[in-house]
């Protein structure tokens, strides 16, 4: 026996726990594509037709920009201001699988020595509810780092899309199944996870290479059509480095991305990184190498966004595919 | 509210007319309202408008700008040149729906204390009519829907063919194309079938100043009808050198289409910028904008420098604001609207319709084509007497 | 729970000016609490604030030993560094760590010490100089080799000749050619160079060497020549930061988080990391 709900129920659902004052986001047209948004009308939620929209789900964990703190100088004397951390439950509704799992693997970065208690406050009161992939494209590629179009990583609850506009609700933990307790019907019905894209390359190739090669001309024939923006780092449900600021009396901490010039630039003038394809290396040694040997996991999820959103077409997929060619290149 | 609002005024005076007509006010006991702080700059033609926009960002509920009459400038010029930038500024705050009732524009003599002390009373009373400057919040219904990202379709069998006489005839030593994802960068007459022209968003311009580029040798670029109209600014602001760059043409020129334009213009003000609020909202300040723009050309751009931290560097409304602000402006008789920008924004983003604004007052105001001569003098580096000033008082 | 990211207060003791562009800053926490419990090991750094302009990574340039505040010393180069050039006795600053590894001073024990410094990196090597000195019995031989472009960039001069006239310590200072003045008296040439006429002894030694990258890069072959193993050399790396608490995601050195697992590495160490820093 499996547990079902129908579009409009979920919809109904959404539209009850705005009503509570819970935070809803949820994947909605704006701006000519698919964006996560905190959804304001339940009718523009989207369950379907979409791959994965241009941003990732993480800016409802780790906000784009977030005061840390405030000051107030008075005089030669300073008087902090505690940031006010809201309380307020949140509900990621229609997440894909590849953004739900890139929780808890940044859970990792944010919890080693010292815990960040800004972004577990937000972990705790937020309930992921992940969409399984219907379809994918030329971008996805999950399957090679490890998930697939209905894993459950991260999630407390999973959809899974049934037809006639209905989901298969299972439940992944405790919160997930309060979060949908008496919201369901049973049916005798169980939903067919969709085929992920083929594998497209071996992350553990990957490492091998990036370890191995630190100078190796196919970084920088790779960079050259980057043009050192953040796109890629700032659509990524995984990139987590930021910078922090003092901005109007308060301690800002906002995104940051290792695609910037300034990102390493040191006050002596002094760039370790001087050009994209020491950025681009680090992009990749960050995610397939460094955050592994540290976590034991890839900072990668395969949800293709840092292509989807490159404007010159690069993103790490072509990269990671002609490093797994080179790999296999005879000595 | 049982406290009467007390509007903050900022007036940004030169030194050697307005702010010796306001000291004149002073020593002739001509009172007028404490509400407005003067910040003295050496002449109008100092007066950035970054420093208008971070007034209201901190808290000015109007400016007041305010410099020597024509033909009285200390430093000869600058406040010609002043009201040059100030002809075009105006258009980018209309189409952003800036309350331009909060910006007041004049011309006060060292000799004009009544004049000062008349505008700053009339400025002080018609803000306090408008009540605080707000940042709007963004609409609360919906998103805007934006513009989805179109393709064209260009032949790539002839760009082909030119880039392969190029480079065998040693005309170039590279070809920047398109390929199937993206720039490519053809060395080699037997590479050219990498050339598909199948995304074509960016404008291969913005490559040419790269060092890696450079160092390849003499650059020929696949450009689009509007593209090419990069080069020649380039040209005229000496970042190459003419007929440095060759060009392979693709796709027929199409008209200039204002109507998303003017049906945002249509919008009462308050409406514009509430959307606007919304657009800008979705920024992450990835920068896919500046660092795609062959115009944004500079080693440092000014959202870069913190001393002093011109722009807020923090991806919020009002930094946000700033920045596309600044953006636009920057590229006011610069930009050849290409549409590289609108490509490059992740979140979807329309910014073509700030360039849109100024590209339009730079032509129909001084006649003036960006992407044509790269001799004519740019159109924000001169100015004319017969410049108009209706907006001045 | 506490936010890691927020500073304890402290108050600007004194404020000693070294050379144009060079000063050094002695604070203490506002809060006695944070002051009882406050300690730290030489060669860890902290994040230094000033509010309303941001934070700056410095070394603690004080021994771990003295119970009064802690001190750092900055050049003026920057947004933050500006701003503290303007600060008063008086004055507040924010201070976030200690953090990052320290020098490992217990392994040190029973050698000889050469430090080994040229221009703004007398600081983080200054705080070892006075723990060996406080420690003077578990310590031999030291050599402070200290160079600068000119003699107007030297930093600590009081305390270079303070410490040539203790027992059993040598110091050697140095400035580029053209940066003497008619009444210097130290030598003249660049670090690697003056050390190597200065004819030290390898044996039972471990090196400190911080520097500009070119210093560190010539000094190198000096300290092989001489016979001293890279594991014996330490130095201390300064990798752009921001969290100084493994997060940021800008320090690391290929593997490597600096904050953390740094500053301090062996060259032995460094060779084995990429070429990142």
């Known amino acids: 026996m499996s547990e079902i709900i129908s579009s409009d129920n979920l919809r109904k659902l959404a539209a009850e726990w705005i009503e509570q004052g819970v935070r809803v986001a949820a994947p909605q047209h704006a701006g000519g594509r698919v964006l996560y948004l905190p959804l304001k009308n339940s009718a523009d939620l989207l369950l379907d037709a979409f791959i994965h929209p241009a941003n990732s789900a993480k800016e409802f964990l780790f906000p784009k920009s977030e005061t840390l703190y405030a000051y107030r100088v008075e005089g030669q004397d300073v008087k902090l201001v505690e940031a006010p951390g809201t309380e307020t439950p949140q509900v990621l509704l229609g997440v894909r699988p590849c953004d739900a799992a890139a929780f808890p693997i940044l859970d990792h970065i944010f919890n080693w020595d010292c815990a960040d208690e800004l972004y577990n406050r937000r972990r705790r009161n937020t309930t992921i509810v992940v969409l399984a992939c219907s379809a994918h494209d030329a971008n996805c590629f999950c399957t090679s780092v490890g998930l697939g179009p209905a894993s459950e990583r991260g999630a407390d609850v999973l959809l899974v899309p049934l037809t006639n506009d209905t989901f298969e609700v299972r439940s992944v933990t405790e919160k997930g199944r309060s979060l949908f307790a008496g919201k369901t019907q049973t049916d005798n019905v169980a939903a067919m996870a969709a085929a992920g894209p083929e594998p497209r390359f071996a992350p553990d190739a990957v490492r091998k290479f990036s370890a191995a090669n630190f100078e190796h001309p196919i970084w920088g024939e790779h960079a050259l059509a980057c043009v050192g923006c953040g796109a890629c780092a700032h659509t990524c449900p995984t990139c987590h480095c930021f910078d922090i600021v003092d901005e109007h009396g308060e301690r800002v901490r906002n995104w940051d991305s290792c695609q910037f010039s300034l990102f390493t630039l040191h006050a002596s003038g002094h760039n370790p990184r001087p050009d994209q394809g020491s950025r681009q290396r680090q992009r990749i040694l960050h995610k397939f190498s460094i955050y592994p040997d540290k976590f034991g996991e890839i900072l990668c999820t395969g949800c293709g966004n840092c292509t989807r959103n490159c404007p010159a077409g690069l993103g790490v997929l072509p990269l990671l595919i002609a490093i797994e060619h080179e790999e296999h290149l005879p000595a | 509210m049982s406290e009467v609002f007390e509007p903050r005024i900022v007036a940004f005076v030169c030194n050697w007319c307005t702010y010796l007509g306001a000291d004149l006010a002073g020593t002739t006991r001509l009172e ?3 509400n407005v702080r003067i910040v003295r700059l050496p002449c109008s033609g100092r007066i950035d408008f970054n420093l208008l926009i971070k007034a209201f960002e901190i808290g000015a509920d109007a400016v007041l700008v305010s410099g020597c009459h024509p033909g009285d400038c200390h430093y000869n010029t600058g406040n010609y040149h002043a009201r040059r930038r100030w002809m075009l500024f105006r258009p980018l705050l209309e189409v952003l729906g800036f309350d331009m009732r909060r910006l007041h524009f004049a011309w006060i003599s060292a000799a004009e204390s009544r004049k000062f002390q008349q505008t700053v009373k009339q400025v002080v009373e018609e803000t306090r009519q408008l009540g605080p400057y707000q940042y709007p919040a963004p609409p609360t219904d919906s998103y805007g829907a934006g513009r989805e990202p179109h393709k064209n379709h260009f032949d790539a069998a002839a760009a082909q063919q030119r880039a392969r006489e190029m480079l065998e005839a040693k005309e170039v030593d590279v070809v920047i194309g398109y390929g199937s994802s993206g720039p490519v960068f053809i060395r080699r007459p037997e590479d050219v079938d990498q050339i598909t022209c199948e995304e074509t968003g960016l404008n291969l311009a913005a490559y040419l100043g790269r060092k890696e580029v450079r160092a390849m040798g003499r650059a020929a670029i696949l450009t689009k009808p509007m593209d090419a109209g990069a080069l020649v600014v380039l040209e005229r602001e000496s970042q190459i050198e003419s007929g440095a760059v060759k060009t392979i043409p693709i796709g027929e020129p199409g008209k200039g289409d204002f109507s998303d334009l003017d049906a945002l213009l249509a919008l009462p003000p308050a409406e514009r910028m509430a959307w606007w609020a919304g657009e800008f909202a979705r920024c992450t300040r990835c920068y896919a904008c500046r660092q795609v723009c062959p115009m944004c050309y500079c080693e440092r751009c000014i959202a870069d420098k913190n001393r002093p931290v011109v722009i807020d560097t923090s991806p919020t409304p009002v930094g946000n604001f700033a920045w596309h602000v600044t953006r636009a402006f920057h590229l006011a008789g610069r930009c050849v609207g290409c549409g590289a920008c609108n490509h490059a924004c992740p979140v979807g983003i329309d910014l073509r319709l700030l360039n849109m604004a100024v590209h339009r007052a730079v032509a129909e105001q001084f006649d003036f084509n960006v992407g044509a001569d790269p001799k004519a003098e740019s159109p924000i580096g001169c100015w004319a007497p017969a410049d108009h000033e209706e907006f001045i008082r | 729970m506490k936010n ?12 000693q000016r070294h050379t144009a562009d060079v000063k050094s800053v ?18 860890q750094f902290g994040i230094f604030s000033s509010f309303g302009y941001g934070e700056s990574v410095f070394n603690i340039c004080s021994s771990s030993t003295w119970s009064d505040g802690l001190e750092f010393c900055f050049r003026k180069t920057g947004r933050v560094t500006e701003a503290l050039w303007e600060i008063e006795e008086g004055d507040t600053i924010g201070f976030r760590g200690p953090y990052g590894n320290g020098y490992p001073v217990e392994a040190w024990k029973g050698k000889n010490l050469i430090f080994l410094g040229g221009g703004i990196a007398m600081p983080p090597i200054r705080c070892a100089i006075w723990y060996a000195l406080e420690n003077r019995a578990d310590y031999g031989d030291i050599t402070i080799v200290y160079g600068a472009r000119t003699v107007a960039d030297l ?10 006239k203790r027992e059993r310590v040598r110091v050697i200072q140095c400035v580029d050619p053209g940066g003497e003045t008619p009444n210097w008296t130290g030598e003249i040439g660049f670090v690697p160079t003056v050390f190597e006429r200065a004819q030290v002894a390898a044996e039972n030694s471990v090196a400190l060497v911080i520097g500009p990258p070119i210093m560190i890069k010539n000094t190198m072959p000096v300290l092989d020549r001489m016979g001293l193993p890279r594991a014996s050399v330490y130095t201390s ?16 050195c290929g593997p490597v988080y600096v904050c953390k697992e740094g500053p301090v590495f062996t060259m032995e160490e460094l060779a084995a990391l990429p070429q990142d820093y």
């Open chain 2, 32 to 34: 007028y309202p404490a």
């Open chain 3, 4 to 15: 890691i990211y927020q500073p304890d207060l402290m108050e600007v003791a004194a404020v």
């Open chain 3, 26 to 43: 002695k604070v203490r926490f506002r809060d006695a609490d944070c002051a009882q419990q406050f300690q730290f090991r030489v060669g």
């Open chain 3, 155 to 164: 930093v600590y001069v009081n305390e270079l000749a303070e410490w040539s």
């Open chain 3, 237 to 252: 790396l300064e990798n752009r930061m921001k969290c100084g608490v493994g997060k940021c995601g800008r320090c690391n």
